[in-house]
C-alpha cells in the first residue's frame, strides 16, 4: 500500500519559482544608440505543409550574437545592423530542419519563410536511449559546467509583462534590461539592470482590483533551470519524480531525447510536470515545458496571491514556464522563457467569475563577453521585488526601442497600444502614462 508523502515535511521544503502576484486595495553598455543605422526585416515563419504558424521559432543572424523569436502568432521583427546586412539569417524549430537564407533575399515587409519538418524513420524515433531517463535527467544537469557558457557576459534582454481579462488586455509593461549574467558553473546569482521601460493600463477592465506582478524579469530568469535547477530539481526532489521516454525529435539537426515527467501519485503537495528536450548525443538541455501541479486549489492560492479583497476567492487554474536555449561555437545559453499564470476570481454577491491571465517572457537579443566581470553597484540593481509597471512610463514615443530587437507584439496587444496612444493624443492620460482622474 502506497503511503501518501507530504514533500514539506522535516527539512525539506519546496521551493518555488518566484512568481508572485499583488491584488492590491480595491477599487549595460549593449544598448544600441538610437540612429538610424539598421535594416528592419519583418515576416512571419509558418510550416511549408500546412501553412501553421510556428511559435517561438528562433531567428539569429549567423556569425553573431543578435536573435529574436516569432510571437504567438508566428510574426517576427528583427533589427539588422548595417554591417551584418550582408549575412545570412539562421531559422531553428523544434521538430524542423534548419534553414539560411541570406538576409539580401528577404522581402524586408512580409517575408514568408516556410520550414519543413523532419520526417524522422520510425527506426531513428525510437533509436536506443539510455535505460534510465532519470539517470540521464541527472547527467545532464551536472555538466552545466561542460555544455553551457562558462564564462561571464552580459546580455541584453527584452522582457514583455501582459494581464488579460479573458481576451481582453487591460495591462502591458516592456522593458529592455541587461543580464550580467554568472558562469553556468558558479553559485553565483545573475544581477540585472533595467535600462528603460514602459507601460499601458486600463484600469478601468480591473473590475476595481489593481493587479501587480512583483519580481518583473526575474520571474523570467528563474526559469533557467540549467542556471537555477533548485526551483524544479534537487537531489532530493527528484526522488519526488516519475521520469519516461517520449518519442525522439530533432532541432539543429541533432537528435533529441524527449524525457516526460510528472510527480508521483503519492506526493500530495503540488510539483511540476512536463517535458525535457535532450540533446542526444551531448546530453544537453535545449528546452524544458511544464507546468505547475494546482489540483489543490487552496494550496495552490496560498504560493501566489500576496493580498486580495475580502469579498472575493481567489485561485490559479493554470500555471505553465517554457525555456528555450541556444548554441554559439559549442556553447549553449539562455535564449528565451515565459511564464503564464490563468486564474479566477469569485465575488461574493456576484453571478460570474472574472477570469484574468498573467504572462511575462523575456528573450536574449544580444550579448557579449564580461571580460573584466563589470557588475553594477547594489543601487542600480533591479531587486525582486520590483513591480515593473510602477518603475514605467507610457507609449508616447513611436520610437521607443530604436534598434533594439524586441519580440513582435500580438495583435491583441497592437491594439491595446494604439488605443493608449489615441487617447494620449486626446489628452486623457498625464504624461507618466496613467489615466487622469
Known amino acids: 500500500m502506497k503511503t501518501v508523502q507530504n514533500i514539506k515535511s522535516g527539512k525539506y521544503k519546496t521551493k518555488f519559482l518566484l512568481l508572485i502576484f499583488l491584488f492590491i486595495g480595491t477599487g549595460a553598455n549593449l544598448i544600441f544608440a538610437q540612429n538610424p543605422n539598421f535594416i528592419e526585416y519583418t515576416g512571419e515563419v509558418l510550416d511549408s505543409n500546412n501553412k501553421k504558424p510556428l511559435v517561438f521559432a528562433t531567428l539569429t543572424i549567423e556569425n553573431t550574437n543578435h536573435s529574436t523569436i516569432t510571437n504567438s502568432e508566428g510574426h517576427f521583427a528583427l533589427k539588422v545592423p548595417n554591417d551584418a546586412v550582408n549575412g545570412n539569417l539562421i531559422i531553428g524549430f523544434l521538430g524542423y530542419k534548419t534553414k539560411s537564407i541570406p538576409l539580401a533575399e528577404l522581402d524586408k515587409d ?11 524513420a520510425l527506426s531513428e524515433a525510437r533509436i536506443d536511449a539510455p535505460n534510465d531517463a532519470k539517470t540521464l535527467v541527472m547527467e545532464t544537469l551536472n555538466q552545466k559546467g561542460e555544455n553551457y557558457l562558462n564564462e561571464n557576459t552580459v546580455m541584453t534582454a527584452f522582457y514583455r509583462e501582459t ?4 481576451r481582453t488586455n487591460v495591462s502591458l509593461s516592456e522593458a529592455v534590461v541587461n543580464i550580467y549574467k554568472a558562469p553556468y558553473s558558479s553559485n553565483k546569482n545573475d544581477a540585472l539592470e533595467l535600462y528603460k521601460a514602459r507601460k499601458s493600463t486600463d484600469y478601468n477592465k480591473l473590475d476595481t482590483v489593481a493587479l501587480k506582478l512583483q519580481g518583473g524579469p526575474f520571474n523570467t530568469l528563474f526559469v533557467d533551470m540549467v542556471k537555477y535547477p533548485d526551483y524544479i530539481f534537487t537531489e532530493e526532489t527528484l ?15 541533432q ?15 503540488p510539483l511540476f510536470k512536463g517535458k525535457l528536450y535532450i540533446d542526444a548525443e551531448n546530453k544537453i538541455l535545449t528546452s524544458a515545458v511544464y507546468s505547475l501541479n494546482i489540483t489543490d486549489r ?21 500555471v505553465s514556464y517554457r525555456v528555450d536555449y541556444r548554441e554559439k561555437n559549442g556553447k549553449w545559453y539562455y535564449g528565451y522563457s515565459n511564464v503564464l499564470l490563468e486564474f479566477k476570481i469569485n465575488w461574493d454577491k456576484r453571478l460570474f467569475n472574472s477570469v484574468y491571465s498573467m504572462s511575462c517572457e523575456m528573450a536574449i537579443t544580444d550579448w557579449e563577453r564580461n571580460i573584466d566581470n563589470v557588475i553594477p553597484k547594489s543601487k542600480n540593481r533591479i531587486k525582486t521585488s520590483i513591480i515593473l509597471s510602477d518603475e514605467s512610463i507610457g507609449f508616447a514615443d513611436p520610437n521607443f526601442w530604436g534598434e533594439y530587437n524586441i519580440i513582435e507584439p500580438e495583435k491583441s496587444i497592437e491594439s491595446a497600444i494604439k488605443k493608449i496612444q489615441r487617447q494620449l493624443r ?11 482622474p
Open 110 to 120: 512580409s517575408s514568408k519563410i516556410l520550414m519543413d519538418e523532419f520526417a524522422m
Open 163 to 166: 494581464i488579460k481579462k479573458r
Open 239 to 253: 526522488s519526488y519524480y516519475d521520469f519516461s521516454f517520449d518519442t525522439s525529435t530533432r532541432v539543429n539537426d
Open 255 to 269: 537528435l533529441i531525447y524527449v524525457v516526460g515527467f510528472k510527480q508521483k501519485p503519492e506526493i500530495i503537495d
Open 298 to 318: 487552496r494550496l495552490a492560492s496560498q504560493m501566489f496571491v500576496r493580498k486580495k479583497p475580502r469579498n472575493a476567492e481567489v485561485w490559479p487554474t493554470e
Open 426 to 436: 486626446r489628452g486623457k492620460f498625464d504624461t507618466d502614462g496613467t489615466s487622469k
